[in-house]
């Protein structure tokens, strides 16, 4: 076999050489000419020596363990991203080549099961938020909340948002960079300070302007509470405003569904639906709009057709993205969108059912107050609101968030997540998230290393 030349991982030297004729070069140094000399590397890389296979998956895996993970650690994070469990059926359905290598379905004659997958995430979605429409998806939550937001402003012709103050702070921060640049204002509400709830004395007072596009609000919110969205869809319907409401996808099978209770659109982000924490991502943006908003909806649609012979198939029947139509007239820029997380998502509630993923549901909110009732039953902790909580609460506590945090931790239990001084005026609150992965021996150990932790201070 012939030795490759140094400095090439992948070509033989005669690649190299049959390469440099068709270019009509007589060395690679040739090629490289026009590169300045001041800025060419003039030694070898700095790295280590080449890895068998074995051995660097050896030292990947040491690597890894040196992470605090859900597996390492006890988790009661939240704020939109938690710890579910996911059936090993999803991981082996979602990992055939279908789905796994599939690309955009533009001819549908070659896509049709990749179709009907998107075509079932659709309507398994619909029916669980509660509206008629649902794109096929975009990228995250927080995506989806700004692209909502613009979609109010789009149907209405009018170019002021607001916005409830208890949506997390990622969020609020691609809400700014979605809007602020297309001239859209956002006006923030705070939450009332007893309930944690939005203050809808204020929020009446802002809408009864006329000149608002819509109202957003999460939930549950920042704070874990379970807003009264079906208050809010009535002042909003009142005075001619849109409704969004993000919600955690959970919450739908322990109450009502914002849709139903009158919220124009309902936007979520799946990864509670099946899809692992994976550090972040890449999770799944969802939105459901009722049938006049559909026009502006971004993202994708997949409808069920029929052929010239009669024939029934899936096809896209909606993707007004900017590749597709003039810049004016996009409804997004997004160019791409998150079909394989989609399509774990339709997986997994199929999997489920109704029936179970109601209990999940009920599972999530049971655990949670149990944990709540034996947190505040510590001296020093207390509810930090009053309002009605699902899988997430606040407190407040004793001592300062950030180093009680850092005690739970070295004791290998995440505690929550600190909450906004701005939110809740002090840097005591912590948010608690607790799903169907805990049972009570874990609530009872966190109680337990709480006292201790708290006794320390």
Not at 67 to 85: D, I, K, P, Q, R
Not at 93 to 109: C, H, K, N
Not at 412 to 434: C, D, K, Q, S
Request: net charge negative; charged share 20%; aromatic share 6%.
């Amino acid at each position: 076999m012939e030795r490759m030349p140094t400095g090439f991982n992948v070509h033989t030297g005669s690649d190299v050489q049959s390469m440099l004729e068709v270019m009509g070069l007589d060395s690679v140094e040739q090629l490289f000419a026009d590169v300045p000399a001041q800025v060419r590397l003039r030694r070898e890389l700095d790295l280590p020596p080449a890895l068998s296979e074995w051995e660097l998956m050896r030292d990947v895996r040491s690597m890894a363990d040196m992470n605090s993970t859900v597996l390492s650690h006890t988790s009661f994070l939240g704020c939109g991203a938690y710890e579910h469990y996911i059936p090993a059926v999803v991981d082996a359905i979602v990992s055939r080549g279908e789905f796994l290598t599939a690309y955009t379905p533009y001819q549908p004659e070659m896509s049709q099961g990749l179709l009907q997958a998107l075509f079932e995430f659709q309507v398994l979605l619909g029916r669980l938020l509660g509206r008629e429409c649902v794109n096929c998806s975009v990228y995250d939550g927080a995506t989806a909340l700004a692209e909502s937001c613009w979609m109010m402003c789009s149907a209405s012709g009018k170019r002021r948002v607001v916005v409830a103050q208890a949506v997390w702070a990622q969020y609020r921060e691609v809400l700014d960079t979605y809007l602020l640049p297309r001239g859209v204002q956002v006006v923030y509400v705070a939450q009332d300070p007893v309930t944690g709830m939005v203050d809808a004395a204020a929020m009446a007072n802002l809408i009864a302007s006329g000149d608002v596009a819509g109202v957003a609000l999460q939930s549950p919110n920042a704070l874990g509470l379970v807003e009264d969205v079906q208050a809010v869809a009535l002042m909003c319907s009142q005075h001619g405003a849109l409704l969004t409401v993000c919600v955690n996808p959970l919450l739908c099978g322990w109450l009502e569904a914002p849709g139903a209770l009158g919220a124009d659109i309902v936007v979520c982000e799946g990864q509670p639906l099946g899809l692992p924490l994976s550090a972040g991502g890449p999770y799944v943006g969802i939105i459901a709009c009722a049938k006049p908003l559909e026009r502006y909806l971004p993202g994708r649609l997949v409808g069920r057709v029929h052929d010239l012979n009669g024939q029934l198939g899936y096809a896209l029947v909606k993707e007004d993205r900017e590749q597709h139509v003039a810049r004016d007239k996009a409804t997004s820029h997004i160019c791409s969108n998150q079909a394989l997380n989609a399509i774990r998502v339709a997986i997994h509630l199929a999997c489920l059912g109704e029936r179970n993923f109601m209990r999940i549901a009920q599972m999530n909110a049971a655990n949670a107050a149990r944990l709540r009732e034996l947190l505040t039953s510590i001296d020093g902790v207390s509810a930090l609101r009053s309002g009605v909580h699902f899988n997430e609460f606040a407190v407040a506590l004793p001592v300062d968030v950030a180093t009680f945090c850092t005690r739970m931790r070295n004791l290998g239990i995440f505690a929550g997540v600190p909450l906004e001084e701005g939110l809740v005026g002090h840097g005591r609150g912590l948010l608690v998230a607790v799903t169907e992965t805990k049972s009570l021996a874990d609530l009872e150990a966190y109680v337990a290393h709480a006292r201790a932790c708290l006794r320390e201070s």
